[in-house]
């Protein structure tokens, strides 16, 4: 307990699936969390929830592909809270579309949400966290390692996240800055995401799925949150630019 004492921590898109996992674990850890979303309804359920669980938590309306919206949720964030020390940037979508039928729609829609919104926050949150230090961890994927046929915005994005987190990276120690900032690649994780995707291509999709894995099945969100966790806690001051792969194997082959 109280690896992330005091920590004041922004986990975006914190209402379900991985960001609320994330959440929930960095408050049980001593942090103070904002967790921000869409979803006002499921976001403040959520705060409830971690609070109830013994944590600090609260929520804050959030489009993360707004770049005003990004300067006032940090601003706001410092504010209340005296500083900020952590920064998941987890908010994203996966809508499956082959390279022949995917619209340059669908193709901005996935880079503006899973690529530029990661750009956005930690662009920011380096700006707050440059004089005092901090961890940023972006959420990137398996995906962003190896490609995927029907995945094609979606391999683009999270592949731009796993580079764009090394730039910064060195960025950020070539300024001076003891600001570390590394990419986390979940591979199969049952989110309702996940859930979601596999069911819009069918029931073959679930067994296609799991039989790639190693292991034979999908990882649960709380292997994730853990992983985050240490990246975001002081026992990895040393880890910076890396990519941290929590994927039951998948990748291994």
């Not at 398996?142 to 060195?170: C, E, F, W």
């Amino acid at each position: 307990m109280g690896r992330v004492q005091d920590k004041v921590a922004i986990v975006t898109g914190g209402a379900r699936g991985l960001g609320l996992a994330i959440a929930g674990r960095l408050g049980a850890e001593g942090a103070v969390v904002v967790i921000t979303d869409l979803n006002d309804e499921a976001g403040e359920a959520a705060a409830v929830q971690i609070n109830a669980a013994g944590g600090r938590c609260s929520y804050m309306h959030q489009d993360v592909i707004d770049e005003t919206a990004w300067v006032t949720l940090v601003d706001r964030v410092v504010a209340q809270h005296g500083g900020l020390h952590i920064l998941v940037n987890n908010a994203g979508i996966a809508i499956p579309e082959p390279l022949e039928t995917e619209t340059l729609e669908g193709w901005r829609k996935t880079q503006a949400v899973n690529l530029d919104a990661v750009f956005m926050g930690t662009k920011q949150a380096v700006l707050a966290m440059r004089d005092n230090g901090g961890s940023v961890i972006n959420i990137s994927s398996t995906a962003g390692q190896v490609g995927d046929p029907i995945m094609a915005a979606y391999n683009a994005s999270k592949g731009g996240v796993r580079l764009l987190t090394k730039s910064a990276a060195l960025y950020c120690l070539e300024q001076g800055y003891r600001v570390r900032v590394n990419s986390v690649h979940p591979g199969y994780i049952l989110t309702d995401m996940v859930r979601d995707g596999l069911n819009s291509q069918g029931p073959e999709a679930w067994g296609k799925a799991t039989e790639n894995i190693p292991g034979g099945e999908m990882g649960e969100p709380d292997d994730v949150a853990w992983g985050v966790l240490y990246l975001a806690s002081d026992e990895a001051k040393y880890v910076t630019g890396s990519e941290l792969v929590i994927d039951g194997g998948f990748t291994a082959r």
